[in-house]
Structure formats: structure tokens, C-alpha cells
């Protein structure tokens, strides 16, 4: 096979995927894969599972049936922890450190992008000013973008973003877009829930549509 004709590995595969609920199932058998420079919006009506599937890949729920696989191989939580970066409607934030703070305890934890500091990502996501305020003391949307800073900074392939744009103005959802659309050119891959219209790519994203 020619490199012209190869096909690329998946970084994300998932097979006959399903997830139950009181033995009722909420969604599956459910098949797709993504690949690197890849952004996927996950469909649904509410209840559809669409929250339930990020959190079973950040590895927070137990897969039912079906199997996930990373990069060719069976996906194990421990082993991956820094290749995915799961933002949900709790943003994981200490209301008592500082934005600045909360980063640093991430990026012990997992590390930094090349050439990545906490000062630079907070003036980035438009957190400049606001770096030692305690996190209880943001406005919602200073909150979502303290979050956000996560994404640049730590070093994580895959992003299971749910609702990201919840919270934010114009100008934040911009911001999402453009960090997504950064993401992927560097060769990053992304999962996104949303109930708005989303546009973070030019053409249209890849699509995952829940059903149970």
C-alpha cells in the first residue's frame, strides 16, 4: 500500500459502544472514530447520552458494552490520563485558589505545551488582570475562561468539550471557535456537545449522532 492510499489510524475508535442505566439502555450500540485533526459535534435530543459519552472516554463511568480504543490499542484510563482533557458543566476549578493558581496545580499534574506558560494562557484566554483573583470572585464567564486556559496550556490530544460555549459572550465563543480550530491544525482532536449553532470550523464538522 502506497503512503497515497494508506489509511490513517484513528486517534479515537469506538465499537457497538452502549451504556445503560438501571438496565435501560441510554445509548448504543454506538459506532465512530476520530482522527487527528478532527472536531466532532455529538448530537442529540436531551437525555440522549450526549454528557454520558464524554464522561465514560474521560474515563469517569464504566463502559457497559462495546470497546474504546486509543491510538490503536484498548484504552485504559491511567495509562492516558494526559492525552485527554474533559470539560464538563463542572469546570473543576478550587473557588478559593486563583486562576493562576488552579493552573499551576493542572500543569504539575500533567505538564505544559511547548513553549507554554500560565502568565502567557491567562493574558491569552483575556484573563490578564484578573490572575490571583480567587476564583469565587469571577463573574461566570471569567469562570468558563479559567477553565478554558487549560486547554492551552496542558499538553492533552484529545478534548471532550461539553457545552463549551455555555456562559460566554461573543467574543468568548470566538474564542472557543479559534481555540478548536488551533487544536486540530496542530493535530488534536475534539468531541463538542452543544445546543447552539456552532461553527469552529470551516465546512462542517464531523458529526456523532446519539440514540439509544
Not at 459502544?17 to 445509548?27: G, S
Not at 448530537?43 to 464522561?55: A, V
Amino acid at each position: 500500500m502506497t503512503a497515497s492510499t494508506a489509511v490513517a489510524q484513528p486517534l479515537l475508535e469506538a465499537r457497538a459502544l452502549t451504556f445503560y442505566r438501571q438496565d435501560e439502555p441510554v445509548f448504543g450500540p454506538l459506532d465512530f472514530c476520530l482522527l487527528a485533526g478532527e472536531v466532532a459535534l455529538v448530537e442529540g435530543d436531551n437525555g440522549s447520552g450526549k454528557t454520558t459519552l464524554l464522561r465514560i472516554l474521560a474515563g469517569l463511568l464504566h463502559i457497559d458494552e462495546g470497546t474504546v480504543d486509543w491510538r490503536g490499542q484498548p484504552w485504559r484510563r491511567d495509562e492516558h490520563l494526559g492525552d485527554v482533557l474533559f470539560l464538563g458543566h463542572h469546570l473543576g476549578l478550587k473557588a478559593d485558589l486563583s486562576a493562576r493558581e488552579n493552573l499551576a496545580v493542572a500543569a504539575g499534574l500533567f505538564g505544559t505545551r511547548d513553549g507554554c506558560t500560565v502568565e502567557g494562557v491567562l493574558a491569552d484566554i483575556g484573563l490578564a488582570g484578573y490572575e490571583d483573583e480567587p476564583v469565587r470572585r469571577l463573574s461566570a464567564g471569567q469562570k468558563k475562561r479559567a477553565a478554558l486556559a487549560r486547554l492551552l496550556l496542558l499538553p492533552a490530544t484529545l478534548w471532550l468539550l461539553d457545552e463549551p460555549y455555555a456562559n460566554l459572550d461573543r467574543t468568548g465563543i470566538e474564542l472557543v471557535n479559534r481555540l478548536l480550530e488551533r487544536h486540530a491544525a496542530a493535530g488534536g482532536a475534539a468531541l463538542v456537545t452543544s445546543h447552539g449553532a456552532v461553527s469552529f470550523l470551516h465546512g462542517e464538522p464531523k458529526r456523532i449522532r446519539m440514540h439509544a
